[in-house]
């Protein structure tokens, strides 16, 4: 039984390119949440997701960042136009339901540098 | 608005030592506390989750306590070792909205041999 996939898991873009991140979640689980790390701070919630639909998108920045989940595939976290400020652990998390009980597990990340 | 802290920011203390970190929330309104491991420059590690109705949870030589109506939490880790060296990060779950995990900033651990 699979975790929780993330790929890549690094990503090197120069300023102004698209950077794309995919979260596969557990067999299951069909809420996905992300979060961001940037360097030496701690993890901040950015959206949250159910097939099809963003349930909670208040920690996403407003501009050039969107996510996705569609019925068939991985969770897609896409940043428009990078800078070097986006350059961050962007982590995914799954949970099997909608009770705040169930536990969210997380995926090893993806590292996005912004040259 | 739900706010997680951490203190200390790091710590370094001798192999064999017992010791405690803490966390504390502002908001007593959560589903559940867990605590993370991470290693420089990797992911997450679940170390132990405590749902709100539970007052403690152990797992080896760890041991996690919840006291909900303080907002506070304790993880003690017994005879330490030069492996247990790592960022150790608190988060709680909230109730309201997404229900998301709301992290502290972590405690820098050094076990030194």
Request: aromatic residues 8%; charged residues 20%; glycine residues 8%.
């Amino acid at each position: 039984n699979a975790g929780v996939m993330q790929n890549p898991r690094h990503l090197v873009r120069r300023r102004g390119q698209e950077a794309r991140l995919r979260c596969s979640p557990m067999k299951g689980h069909s809420h996905v949440y992300w979060y961001r790390q940037l360097p030496e701070e701690g993890l901040k919630f950015m959206v949250y997701l159910q097939k099809e639909n963003i349930i909670d998108e208040s920690g996403m920045p407003k501009e050039r960042f969107s996510a996705e989940f569609p019925k068939e595939g991985p969770s897609i976290l896409r940043i428009q136009q990078v800078v070097r400020g986006d350059s961050a652990a962007y982590f995914c998390a799954s949970s099997l339901g909608t009770s705040g009980y169930n536990e969210q597990f997380f995926g090893p990340g993806t590292r996005l540098t912004v040259l | 608005k739900q706010e997680v802290t951490q203190i200390p920011a790091a710590l370094s203390v001798p192999e064999g030592e017992n010791l405690v970190l803490n966390c504390s929330f502002t908001d007593s309104a959560i589903y559940n506390l867990q605590w993370f491991r991470q290693d420089p420059g990797k992911g997450l590690t679940s170390l132990l989750l405590i749902q709100s109705s539970q007052r403690e949870q152990t797992s080896g030589r760890l041991n996690a306590s919840l006291d909900k109506s303080s907002g506070r939490s304790t993880l003690y880790i017994a005879a330490s070792q030069p492996g247990d060296s790592a960022t150790y990060l608190c988060a709680v779950r909230v109730i309201q909205g997404a229900q998301k995990l709301v992290f502290g900033q972590g405690t820098r651990l050094t076990i030194n041999p």
